[in-house]
């Protein structure tokens, strides 16, 4: 049975750090891509990066160059480090993996690639 679990949401101040983890049981990251969602009060999920088996990572725009996505094998836990937090990423955060290998360009925005996912942590951030 696979499982994801994240950890390590908060409330922090603009200009801040917060470092998410995920940890997942029943899966290797050898199995396929594994990413990061959010979901922002009142819109819909949206995609915040992802890394494929290989350690390929793509990140969206509105958060490249803040956050970085990692994992490590040997703890089968994928890391979101965000820094320079803003309001604006305020939002529930999701990992999600899936079986397939192909995250390439956008397709790793398409979340029905994603066969499981976390129940989600929650980061506010305030100005």
């Known amino acids: 049975q696979v499982q994801l679990v994240e950890s390590g949401g908060g409330s922090v101040q603009a200009g801040g750090s917060l470092r998410l983890s995920c940890v997942v049981f029943?899966?290797?990251?050898?199995?396929?891509?594994i990413g990061w969602f959010r979901q922002a009060p009142g819109k819909e999920r949206a995609g915040v990066g992802s890394?494929?088996?290989?350690?390929?990572?793509s990140v969206a725009d509105s958060v490249k160059g803040r956050f970085t996505i990692s994992k490590d094998n040997a703890k089968n836990t994928l890391y979101l480090q965000m820094n320079s937090l803003k309001p604006e990423d305020t939002a529930m955060y999701y990992c999600?993996?899936?079986?397939?290998?192909?995250?390439?360009?956008?397709?790793?925005?398409?979340?029905?690639?994603?066969?499981?996912w976390g129940q989600g942590t929650q980061v506010t951030v305030s100005s």
């Open positions: 999600a993996a899936s079986y397939d290998y192909r995250c390439g360009g956008s397709r790793w925005l398409d979340e029905d690639m994603y066969r499981y």
């Open positions: 029943g899966y290797t990251f050898s199995n396929g891509c």
């Open positions: 890394i494929n088996s290989a350690g390929r990572i």
